[in-house]
């Protein structure tokens, strides 16, 4: 993983207005013209000439004055993760994970302080939930995101905190910096990760680390409802299921 970012010396505007503009499309799920203009403080017409630009590159579409985030990123999102070899190796045994268990299971990686999932398979028994291949959350409100960063260095933690912050998704998340470092010593010596509804609530997950050697690639989660992955289960049959599909797969990453 590549998670370390700074910020540049000479930040090239109309880059990073761009980028916000992709962005902002995708958290108003779509905007006209003049939405975008407000959220974004900028002229209209600047609005107009960043979307046509986009439009015409094929990064966004629009309809009926309404643009929207096109599919050319799944392209270039498809390939990045083509080229992931943890995403290669892994894929065949969640598979496994999901039949074997009923539930959704998650592979994730951290990358510039924040969590994306690599890849999801879905269990025949698994809920529908909000997250997707891609999506990028907050390390510090899920099992897996927790997984990683105890596995990361104190000091790579603190930036990220810093960067990023702790707010709460659900009454649930942790959001004291020393009570997450306690979470964090609990899950490195334990080697799992627990989330009670820390993200979603209703939804529980249990993740164990992927490791080469000492570092951190990612993290493995099975996730359902809370009637579902109860503690017993969870410790039982779940966690078991999990180790042995992580061991496989770390295995695979370094030696085939």
Do not use: W
């Not at 942790?174 to 334990?190: C, K, N, S």
């Not at 529980?204 to 009637?227: E, F, K, M, Q």
Request: hydrophobic letters at 35%; a negative charge; aromatic letters at 6%.
């Amino acid at each position: 993983m590549d998670g370390n970012s700074t910020e540049p010396n000479t930040p090239v505007k109309t880059a990073q207005t761009t980028f916000r503009i992709v962005e902002t499309l995708k958290s108003l799920d779509g905007a006209t013209v003049t939405e975008l203009s407000g959220h974004l403080a900028i002229p209209k017409s600047s609005a107009h000439n960043y979307l046509r630009t986009l439009e015409h590159e094929g990064y966004v579409i629009e309809s009926d004055g309404v643009y929207e985030v096109g599919l050319r990123f799944l392209d270039l999102g498809g390939y990045a993760r083509s080229r992931d070899r943890l995403y290669t190796v892994a894929t065949p045994e969640m598979k496994r994970l999901a039949e074997t268990t009923g539930e959704y299971a998650n592979l994730l990686v951290e990358e510039h302080g924040r969590g994306v999932f690599l890849a999801r398979e879905r269990g025949e028994h698994a809920v529908s939930l909000d997250s997707y291949t891609g999506q990028s959350v907050r390390l510090h409100t899920t099992a897996l995101g927790k997984t990683v960063l105890a596995f990361l260095p104190r000091d790579r933690v603190e930036a990220i905190i810093d960067r990023h912050g702790l707010p709460a998704k659900t009454e649930h998340t942790i959001t004291d910096r020393d009570e997450l470092f306690e979470a964090l010593a609990d899950i490195r010596q334990r080697e799992r990760a627990y989330d009670r509804e820390e993200r979603i609530k209703g939804l529980n997950c249990v993740a164990v680390p992927i490791l080469s050697g000492d570092d951190i690639t990612g993290a493995l989660s099975v996730s359902g409802p809370v009637s579902r992955m109860d503690e017993e289960r969870i410790d039982e049959e779940i966690l078991p299921e999990l180790r042995r599909a992580a061991n496989i797969i770390e295995l695979n990453q370094t030696h085939s």
